[in-house]
């Protein structure tokens, strides 16, 4: 890539906030970067916690992306539905140079015919639904086919921002951001994977994600109709 790349993230109402704030924190280090949070308009974007958004362009103004990245959440059921933010998605993906997602956002991508006959990941309990938009779904933090790059579930989004990193920069530039953060994940729990998780755990996020499944996979297939 020559010359300071342009990073831009796609905004929409209810996105899981680290999905983005994460890889946000990796890539906005990267040198020269100029990183761009797009939305349907100027007005701030509410999350999934209590942290609201300030877009920095609207879809319209935004400029072309050497970098577009889709994080996931809840909100990801309205996103596949609104025509404007899938046109964008879809405009934008035709030059980039790295097409990425964090979590269920692989599923915006996979709503504008991006992800077909790729290789890609997603939050492990959507992990399945990526047959439905043509992808081959892979289990890994990471996985990159050609110049599509999709990050797993939430914290994957860091180990994501790190892999697009040294893409972008080299391996000793994203080391360097690395000790800078001083990302050196030791957690107190061996338990955020499903290998891995308790019954106990799993049953209840089982539980969790139930009720909004049907309504996912609705929106996905009525998106991915069209």
């Known amino acids: 890539?020559?010359?300071?790349?342009?990073?831009?993230?796609?905004?929409?109402?209810?996105?899981?906030?680290?999905?983005?704030?994460?890889?946000?924190q990796v890539l906005s280090r990267l040198p020269g970067?100029?990183?761009?949070?797009?939305?349907k308009t100027m007005a701030p974007v509410a999350t999934d916690t209590v942290l609201t958004l300030n877009p920095t362009t609207a879809f319209k103004d935004c400029p072309q992306a050497d970098v577009l990245c889709v994080p996931g959440g809840f909100g990801v059921d309205d996103a596949m539905r609104?025509?404007?933010?899938?046109?964008?998605?879809?405009?934008?993906?035709?030059?980039?140079?790295?097409?990425t997602s964090v979590c269920t956002g692989a599923f915006v991508l996979g709503a504008a015919g991006l992800l077909?006959?790729?290789?890609?990941?997603?939050h492990w309990a959507y992990h399945d639904d990526l047959k439905s938009v043509g992808a081959i779904p892979v289990r890994a933090r990471v996985v990159r086919d050609e110049n599509l790059m999709t990050g797993g579930g939430v914290t994957a989004g860091i180990d994501f921002a790190?892999?697009?990193?040294a893409e972008?920069?080299?391996?000793?530039?994203?080391?360097?951001?690395?000790?800078?953060?001083?990302?050196?994940?030791?957690?107190?729990?061996?338990s955020g994977s499903p290998d891995r998780a308790s019954p106990q755990s799993l049953k209840a996020m089982a539980e969790r994600y139930a009720p909004r499944l049907g309504a996912f996979r609705?929106?996905?297939?009525?998106a991915y109709r069209r």
Do not use: C, W
């Not at 001083?182 to 107190?188: L, T």
């Open 1 to 24: 890539m020559t010359g300071p790349p342009n990073i831009v993230f796609v905004l929409f109402p209810n996105l899981t906030q680290l999905d983005f704030t994460g890889p946000l």
């Open 33 to 39: 970067a100029r990183v761009h949070l797009a939305a």
């Open 82 to 99: 609104d025509r404007e933010l899938m046109a964008f998605v879809t405009r934008q993906a035709k030059a980039a140079r790295y097409v």
């Open 116 to 122: 077909k006959g790729k290789r890609a990941t997603t």
């Open 162 to 165: 790190f892999a697009l990193a």
């Open 168 to 190: 972008i920069a080299g391996d000793a530039v994203a080391k360097a951001i690395q000790l800078g953060l001083e990302y050196d994940p030791s957690p107190p729990f061996d």
């Open 218 to 222: 609705g929106a996905l297939a009525e």
